[in-house]
């Protein structure tokens, strides 16, 4: 069956360190991965696609690769910040482009 | 300002009496979409549109309708609500055309007893 998986619930982290979250899937072929971010009681927010055939994409602190080997994606968030601590998102398409496919997500706490 | 807008935000409804959450997007957006998400399992689409009167269903679509006559509108229709779907909705939009990334809305509270 297939599956999504971010395998850290919960990951806290100092500030000033680098955040890695992971997102692996099984029994897919997506075009695309999307990471979104998600405060409490809030709407996901868009951060970074990336698509099959590109190896990494980074904005700003954030830095995004995707494996389609190893069926994985990489999540960095570098110098991370207090105010980076929220609950992030990995999603990717079911082959259709209209319909995604959301990781339960990984809570990302950064301590002062 | 480009956004998704949903009504109500919150609402506490017994079972059986039909209600409609409404979704609105003003981005002249093709592509919507609605989610529930509950804790542990995470944002599960329920239905989605691909243009004005086309629709599909996502992965938990029983107990749900929906409709899109209007481009702008996408609501979501309970007939007979039931304890079960008590969660918190999100509605998106988006356009496959210039870009996948998906705006959601800010969310609709709903707890039927």
């Known amino acids: 069956s297939q599956k999504i998986e971010q395998n850290s619930e919960a990951l806290n982290i100092q500030e000033g360190k680098t955040a890695t979250l992971t997102c692996n899937y099984t029994?897919?072929?997506?075009?695309?991965l999307q990471w979104y971010r998600q405060d409490p009681g809030r709407g996901p927010v868009f951060l970074l696609l990336i698509r099959e055939n590109e190896k990494e994409k980074r904005k700003e602190r954030l830095k995004v690769t995707f494996d389609t080997t190893l069926k994985q994606s990489l999540f960095h968030i570098t110098a991370s910040q207090p105010a980076d601590s929220a609950t992030y998102l990995c999603?990717?398409?079911?082959?259709?482009?209209?319909?995604?496919?959301f990781g339960k997500g990984t809570l990302l706490t950064v301590n002062p | 300002e480009a956004q998704v807008t949903q009504n109500p935000r919150y609402l506490i409804t017994v079972t059986g009496k039909k209600l409609t959450v409404t979704c609105s997007q003003n981005?002249?957006?093709?592509?919507m979409s609605w989610y529930r998400q509950d804790p542990g399992l995470g944002l599960r689409q329920i239905y989605y549109?691909?243009?004005?009167?086309?629709?599909d269903k996502g992965d938990v679509p029983e107990g749900y309708k929906v409709s899109r006559k209007e481009k702008r509108n996408f609501p979501l229709i309970l007939e007979s609500p039931s304890p079960n779907q008590t969660s918190l909705y999100f509605c998106?939009?988006?356009?496959?055309?210039?870009?996948?990334?998906?705006?959601f809305g800010p969310g609709t509270r709903l707890t039927v007893t």
């Open positions: 998106a939009s988006s356009n496959p055309g210039t870009g996948y990334e998906q705006y």
């Open positions: 549109s691909m243009n004005v009167e086309v629709t």
């Open positions: 981005m002249n957006h093709e592509y």
């Open positions: 029994n897919y072929s997506p075009a695309y």
């Open positions: 999603a990717l398409d079911q082959g259709s482009n209209y319909k995604l496919t």
